[in-house]
């Protein structure tokens, strides 16, 4: 057990003695849901849906997320629907938008306490679409999906990467390394990395920008299982890609977080 596990041992809703096992098992599950980043070259055509299309219906999502104030993980989970979907069912440009829309109703129903109402959907879609619509394309997705509608993200693994470390254990760095993981969410091509992965590097990031120290020392590499070696590759792609990212998509991310 981890020194900050057992800092919480006296509370129960921590369930300290499992945390080794969760996160565990939450490796294992990532593995088991991974989707191939060239997927979009495989199975879409290229006519139809490329990466910068995938790269503009994620900034729209961000932000509507933002619009309705929906929980952290109601993003990635979207993402994760639509990525597991389109590899491996083939749709057109213009079925994207309503792609979108019913991701977004799935893991809100899936994540949120209230989520929104599918006519508030509809009209922040600028009801481009109708009512039966979408849920005929919500049926299409959970049935090509078997109902398997959720995985660890990378957002999990960055509040658990937080516990783990005393250097970067606050709410700045913790939220500029969510911000560049959601930049990262834009690039399919990161795909080839898992969740995990994504999470460990968008936080090296935030604290060798902040704090200007390497937050993967032997205690992270211990209680991760990840060599520092091993994160540099990640952390070097996911910072040439913040780096050199259009701006255009991250003017909503920069509106976000700077509230």
């Known amino acids: 057990m981890t020194f900050s596990d057992q800092l919480d041992l006296r509370n129960p809703q921590m369930v300290s003695e499992f945390a080794t096992d969760i996160y565990t098992t939450m490796r294992e599950q990532e593995n088991k849901f ?25 900034e729209w999502i961000i932000d509507v997320h933002r619009k309705f104030r929906l929980l952290p993980e109601t993003l990635y989970v979207t993402v994760f629907l639509i990525d597991r979907f389109l590899s491996l069912k083939q749709i057109k440009k213009s079925q994207l938008h309503i792609l979108g829309v019913t991701a977004l109703l799935i893991s809100t129903k899936y994540e949120e306490i209230y989520p929104p109402d599918l006519k508030d959907l509809l009209s922040v879609s600028e009801n481009k679409f109708s009512r039966a619509e979408v849920l005929a394309m919500e049926q299409d997705m959970l049935k090509t999906l078997q109902f398997d509608i959720t995985a660890p993200t990378a957002y999990r ?51 060798k920008c902040i704090k200007k120290v390497n937050v993967w020392n032997k205690e992270m590499e211990k209680a991760t299982d990840y060599k520092d070696e091993h994160m540099q590759k990640i952390v070097e792609d996911v910072k040439s890609f913040v780096l050199e990212v259009n701006p255009k998509f991250l003017t909503t991310l920069k509106y976000k977080f700077s509230k």
Do not use: H, M, W
């Open 34 to 58: 991974n989707v191939e980043a060239s997927y979009l070259s495989k199975v879409q055509l290229p006519t139809e849906v490329k990466d910068t299309s995938r790269a503009f219906l994620v």
């Open 157 to 207: 693994f960055l509040e658990r990467f937080r516990k783990l470390s005393s250097v970067a254990n606050d709410d700045k760095i913790f939220f500029f390394a969510q911000y560049l993981q959601e930049i990262a969410l834009l690039d399919a091509s990161l795909l080839k990395y898992c969740p995990s992965e994504v999470a460990g590097a968008a936080l090296i990031l935030s604290t």
